[in-house]
Nanobody, 124 residues
């Protein structure tokens, strides 16, 4: 069993920054690919960013490329999402997830465990 707990969400003005954290417990964190997803009201849960087990490979949705950065610290069992130049359309609940394989994937169906989410609201 794995537990994931997100933190760092909040209210920020457009153009501002936030750093989300996702702390994992319950299994070998360092062996799994991790991902961040987001869900706006009335919409599906969309891919944001993903990172492989070592942190050496990442992938981003086109909408956040160049503004967001995913990273991980396996010694702390934590994955991060640095969000810069935030836009109102980034407003959503952000979820982290872990998968059993080492690689990264955009497909949310490949992830085994999810956190409860943290709200990010960007005002214009």
């Amino acid at each position: 069993q794995v537990q994931l707990v997100e933190s760092g969400g909040g209210l920020v003005q457009a153009g501002g920054s936030l750093r989300l954290s996702c702390a994992a417990s319950g299994r070998t964190f360092s062996s799994g690919g991790m991902g961040w997803f987001r869900q706006a009201p009335g919409k599906e849960r969309d891919f944001v960013a993903t990172i492989n087990w070592s942190g050496g490979s990442t992938d981003y949705a086109d909408s956040v490329k160049g503004r967001f950065a995913i990273s991980r610290d396996n010694a702390k069992n934590t994955v991060y999402l640095q969000m810069n130049s935030l836009k109102p359309e980034d407003t959503a609940v952000y979820f982290c997830a872990i998968r059993g394989g080492k690689n990264y994937y955009r497909d949310r169906g490949t992830y085994d465990y999810w956190g409860q989410g943290t709200q990010v609201t960007v005002s214009s």
